[in-house]
């Protein structure tokens, strides 16, 4: 069975700390990997990832993938209390369907 | 549209009525989604049109639950005989492209209660 999993479930930090998000993945037939972010209720796109070792940046945000150990990071650094938030990691297989399966996601906390 | 339009932003029911819940996804968009989403849980996947027709009804729970998308646009997705576990929101999502290449975008949702 195609599988997502995020680590942490959870996780509160205080401003201006560095945060690193994990998104592991099994699945049959691999094409891309997503982040998303979800505040309220839509998630919001923040990266593709399709290739190993080559990191997507904006701004405090940073994200690699290892298609070896099928995992991914997302970064933050130097958090805001705007980056509170669930952060959704989302894996597309390359065939039959091209279904995006998300992970439970991350809830991040970023106190003042 | 400039974004993904879903409808009724909230809907309470009974249990055991029949609700439909619409998706207009943006303009020129092939592909759309149809995701669920409880307290606590990531986006669950529900059925995928590309153009007019389902290219995957996999996560469609059980024959309680059928989408249309009749024109290739707008889409339905419709729920018989509702139960209170049928609690959620409901999340549409659009892409320029099919075959999984492109981001989605995602609509507000559509959040269902089952009393």
């Known amino acids: 069975e195609d599988k997502v999993v995020q680590s942490p479930l959870s996780l509160v930090v205080h401003e201006g700390d560095t945060v690193t998000l994990n998104c592991s993945y099994e699945?049959?037939?691999?094409?891309?990997l997503l982040w998303y972010k979800q505040e309220k209720k839509a998630p919001t796109f923040l990266f593709m990832l399709?290739?190993?070792?080559i990191e997507k940046k904006s701004g405090r945000l940073s994200s690699i993938l290892d298609k070896k150990e099928l995992f991914s990071i997302l970064n933050i650094t130097a958090t805001q209390t705007g980056d509170s938030a669930i952060y959704l990691c989302?894996?597309?297989?390359?065939?039959?369907?091209?279904?995006?399966?998300f992970g439970t996601g991350t809830r991040l906390k970023v106190l003042a | 549209g400039a974004g993904v339009s879903q409808t009724p932003s909230n809907k309470v029911t009974e249990k055991g009525k029949y609700v439909e819940l619409r998706c207009d996804p943006i303009s020129g968009h092939t592909a759309l989604y149809w995701y669920r989403q409880s307290l606590g849980q990531g986006p669950e996947f529900l059925i995928y049109?590309?153009?007019?027709?389902?290219?995957?009804d996999s996560g469609l729970p059980n024959d309680r639950f059928f989408a249309v998308r009749p024109e290739g646009s707008v889409s339905t997705l419709k729920i018989q005989r509702t139960e209170r576990g049928d609690s959620a929101v409901y999340l549409c999502a659009s892409s320029v492209t099919s075959g999984g290449y492109g981001e989605l975008f995602f609509g507000e949702g559509s959040r269902l209660t089952v009393l």
């Open positions: 989302a894996v597309v297989l390359a065939s039959g369907t091209y279904k995006y399966i």
């Open positions: 049109f590309q153009g007019t027709g389902a290219a995957d």
């Open positions: 399709t290739s190993s070792g």
């Open positions: 699945v049959t037939n691999f094409r891309s």
